[in-house]
């Protein structure tokens, strides 16, 4: 499938999904049923057809640095901002989740392929699988449970990480991987098309929860979610690794591309499964997605000044 085919692929399940809403015959809870399948059964398949492949080397430290000093940076901006002004913890929880987290493969992929070809999509995995796939499976869990419940039970959230499909599939795979042996080949061919099934499902189940309110309250938070996911933290990473650390080359400009991408769609579906503002955590994704292809053209165009 081409870049422009998956692209393509990204609107039509979003607004499959949105279709369905109108079908009287399709369960109106249904995306709970399409959320488990991702968390339960396409995550832990990516993970074990990715991760026993990735080459360890210091080359890692710009593109794993994307997800996991992106989601600090959300932490430290939402829950200080929302401490301030009062907010809700769900509401908090809400926003670090889906500003701190990036697409970077059902969105990314296609897009970096598109720039940079098949070396920068070798950068691309290596920001989603070590990077952003870990920190949902043990951050994204940890602050989806305090947030959801209020209060810190360091025992529960622990049990939550250990047993939470996606991370058990990680740690097989790295094992695997520091062994340097690799499934199968027919298992591999059967991980890659099960796992291939997380950006239909996913979409489909964030078109059935988006709902397009004008009244909504929503819609300051989301402006401030979208303004923090798809401006301030690719200038944050611009400023830390072109400035600071004067980093070059693809990798560097593929990290910062992929910090730029629009929220992480199973950052929405983790925080509409925790019950922390489900519908503004689909509208970050609905509307986040279509605008993202205007940032990251406004980011592209100042990378290649840089």
Known sequence: MSSMDTIFLVFFCLLLGFGLQFLKSFPKNGYVALNHFVIYISLPALALYYIPKIEISSKLLFPIGVAWLGFALSFIFFYSLGKWLGWSKKL?????????????????????????????????????????????????????????????????IVRKIVFFPPFIAFVLACILNLAKIDFPLFLQSVFQKVGG??????????????????????????ALGLFFKLMLMPFFFIILYK??????????????????????????????????????SSMMIGVGIPLSFITLAFWYWILSLL
């Open 92 to 156: 908090i929880g809400c926003l670090v989740l889906t500003g701190g987290l990036s697409n970077t493969s059902f969105i990314g992929f296609p897009i970096i392929e598109a720039l940079y070809g098949q070396e920068g999509l070798q950068t691309a995995i290596v920001v989603d699988q070590p990077g952003s796939f870990v920190v949902i499976s043990t951050l994204g869990i940890a602050v989806a449970s305090i947030f959801s419940k209020g209060d810190l039970d360091s025992k529960l």
């Open 197 to 222: 099934t997380v950006t239909t499902i996913a979409l489909v189940s964030v078109g059935l929860q988006l709902k397009i309110d004008q009244q909504s309250r929503h819609w300051s938070f989301l």
């Open 243 to 280: 400035v600071i650390f004067n980093g070059q080359g693809l990798a560097v400009d593929v990290s910062i591309m992929e910090s730029a991408m629009a929220p992480m769609i199973t950052g929405a579906i983790l925080a509409t499964t925790y019950g922390l503002k489900p519908k503004l």
